[in-house]
């Protein structure tokens, strides 16, 4: 038995009814939801291990009354700091566990060690991401225009970008809002780029920059990279850094006499 | 059916001809690493290195989004433009797998079970399916336990089976095909005798009885195993908007202020509006509801109202699915 499984299987017998992890699936390894420790053997967690588990933490119908165990990768413990930050967990319920760059185990008492610990894990967008970043910065506004509506003719609104994304955990989101019908329900180009810059909108200062959105694309949409650009400016704007849970209340719902505002003309 | 055999020249004439003929023809056009069916002006924009498209090609005949009808109002009165057959062009869906052509059945069925829907019926009057039998497969593919297979030909109006040599073995199958072929009868010769179509087809195996799962889903309905199978599902529309068969719809208004369009687009039973009622109830609250839903209504009500199964075994679900929620997978499990 690997030593996640063995983990797994003593967190069970300690009283967790639920160790959330990742077991193989077909591309890749898939979450999965160990309730029995005979189940546990299919446990497995590497760098093969993207989808973002903290999407279903804020799940009550999964997550039931019990007390729950995350094995959670760095992508993970980011959404949870944050999740946290806005209310949206009581880490009290949660043991939080991670599988070091060391191959320990690790398992975290407080927010402020997941912090302290995500303060020495680097933000870094990958090569493909910085390719398409070159690409569209080097673009006139007409020209991007142009890139995104062509891509979001694309889009069939199937809101997977929205289910995977562990931090829209709306219960009613704008989507469902029929008076007035904010977001138009059928695709069509620019109702759909609208529904994007709502959806990147809602999540700046908030985005993890996780991807989750993009992967969960069907259609290959980077929708990923709206949110994460939204990184990279408030990191300017606003001294965020990417990657780190804010700890001082959303750039934009958060006033302060310092902002430096030379975005507004 | 009749058997002929087109040279590798004589598809690049015969398609031509068909774009020659004023006809709209879809075709799997690659994009990235994602390959999908759209408008094509030669032979060239087809592509050829994919196992599957990764949306059906049921919107050629039940469109994203379609208007029923449009108003307008001027000087007090209302003038209503109905859906006109007259502006749906004549449509050629090439290169279509067997488990494509095949859900166009069940399609029809949905749209005309107690009431025969003009859009689709106008639709689907105006377009001709030319599959292309299947010589690869992936783990996804399961269209063998589901009463196709990839050189399956109920549905398509021809049906051609690439060879070695850039041509292709054609089956003529119904008087819609006959006519295509007739843009360029020059193009087509006498088959080769010796010519067997499986030899070029791929190896999908067998992986459940479709009986055994109805069966199994008769009383299946309170079980504990639509709560374990539906975990780790993230409740988006993705699978049924790439579902060759999945039919929902929504109806909604588009009102601009004296006039205005009713549009029917795609819906899906994995949202948990489609079932929210007026009143806040929704009869369809959690997750392991609606998933449950959408196995039976392919697997035990559709066969139940209908007659006929609500999968082609196309896989399109479980590849187009964020966290991997294999329908095979689940459905072996089910009789396992």
């Known amino acids: 038995m690997n030593k996640i499984a063995e983990k797994a299987v003593a967190l069970l017998q300690e009283g967790h009814t639920l160790v959330l992890g990742y077991e193989e699936g077909d591309r890749a390894p898939r979450p999965f939801f160990c309730r029995q420790a005979e189940e546990a053997q299919h446990l497995v967690l590497d760098e093969r291990c993207t989808a973002n588990l903290a999407v279903y933490l804020t799940k009550p119908e999964l997550m039931g009354k019990g007390r729950v165990a995350v094995f959670a990768i760095t992508s993970s413990l980011r959404a949870i700091a944050q999740l946290t930050a806005e209310n949206q967990l009581q880490l009290e319920n949660l043991t939080i566990l991670t599988l070091t760059a060391e191959q320990e185990i690790k398992t975290f008492a407080t927010l402020e060690e997941i912090r302290s610990y995500l303060s020495e894990v680097p933000y870094e967008l990958s090569d493909t991401e910085k390719a398409l970043d070159e690409k569209l910065s080097a673009m006139t506004r007409e020209e991007r225009w142009k890139y995104w509506i062509n891509e979001f003719s694309r889009c069939i609104k199937c809101y997977a970008c929205r289910a995977a994304c562990p931090m829209c955990y709306c219960t009613r989101c704008i989507t469902e809002v029929n008076r007035p019908q904010w977001i138009s329900p059928w695709p069509s180009p620019l109702p759909n780029m609208e529904w994007q810059i709502n959806r990147v909108m809602h999540l700046v200062g908030r985005c993890i920059g996780c991807g989750a959105c993009g992967r969960a694309c069907p259609v290959g949409i980077p929708v990923d990279y709206l949110s994460k650009k939204m990184l990279q400016d408030l990191s300017e704007e606003f001294g965020y850094v990417p990657g780190q849970a804010m700890q001082d209340g959303n750039a934009l719902s958060t006033f302060k006499p310092d902002d430096k505002e030379n975005f507004i003309h | ?336």
């Open chain 2, 1 to 336: 059916m009749e058997k002929r055999y087109i040279s590798k020249e004589g598809l690049s004439r015969w398609f031509k001809a068909l774009l020659a003929g004023g006809k709209r023809v879809y075709a799997p056009v690659r994009n990235n690493d994602k390959v999908d069916f759209k408008p094509v002006r030669s032979l060239d924009e087809v592509a050829d290195d994919y196992v599957q498209t990764t949306q059906s090609a049921k919107s050629t005949v039940f469109p994203r989004a379609e208007v029923l009808f449009s108003y307008q109002k001027e000087n007090g009165i209302t003038t209503l433009n109905d859906f006109d057959p007259a502006t749906v062009p004549e449509t050629v869906v090439w290169k279509i797998h067997p488990c494509d052509a095949v859900g166009f059945i069940p399609l029809s069925q949905i749209f005309n079970e107690g009431y025969e829907d003009i859009l689709y019926k106008t639709h689907l009057e105006k377009t001709t399916l030319v599959s292309f039998s299947c010589s690869h497969a992936d783990s996804f593919c399961f269209c063998t336990s589901v009463q196709g297979g990839p050189g399956e030909t109920t549905g398509s109006d021809i049906q051609l089976t690439s060879l070695p040599d850039g041509g292709a073995l054609v089956e003529i199958l119904t008087p819609k095909g006959e006519a295509l072929v007739q843009l360029s009868a020059e193009s087509f010769e006498a088959p080769k005798e010796d010519e067997d179509k499986a030899q070029y087809l791929a190896d999908v195996p067998i992986y459940f009885q479709l009986d055994e799962i109805r069966n199994k889903l008769k009383d299946a309905f309170n079980s504990d195993i639509w709560k374990k199978q539906s975990e780790r599902c993230l409740g988006c529309g993705a699978c049924a908007f790439v579902c060759p068969t999945c039919a929902c719809f929504d109806i909604q208004e588009n009102p601009k202020g004296s006039q205005g369009q009713r549009i029917r687009c795609w819906d899906s039973c994995g949202f948990s509006l489609f079932t929210q009622h007026t009143s806040g109830h929704n009869p369809r609250a959690v997750q392991s509801q609606r998933w449950r839903q959408r196995i039976l209504h392919k697997f035990s009500y559709m066969p139940d109202r209908i007659n006929i199964f609500g999968c082609t075994g196309c896989g399109r679900c479980s590849r187009a699915c964020p966290v991997d929620m294999n329908i095979r997978e689940h459905l072996t499990s089910l009789v396992k």
